[in-house]
């Protein structure tokens, strides 16, 4: 999904989603990219790394709770 960013208030970015609303998203969100307003942000969501993370801190519970 792409996003404009419409302009910055405060603590907050505000972007134009595909359907023309307006959301405000935290500036953090895009502080590694330094955005300039009407730059487009592509917003994707990485299914594998989803799934790696998840196994992950799977692993690490179950390790955890073995120890006690």
């Known amino acids: 999904m792409k996003v404009v960013i419409d302009r910055f208030e405060g603590d ?4 134009e989603m595909e359907d023309k609303t307006i959301l ?4 953090t969100l895009f502080l590694p990219l ?4 009407g730059d487009v942000v592509d917003i994707s969501i990485d299914r594998a ?4 993370r998840l196994q992950k801190n799977d692993a690490r519970l179950k390790a955890l709770f073995r120890r006690q």
């Open 12 to 15: 907050f970015a505000l972007v």
């Open 24 to 27: 405000p998203v935290p500036k």
């Open 34 to 37: 330094s955005p300039k307003e």
């Open 49 to 52: 790394e989803t799934q790696s």
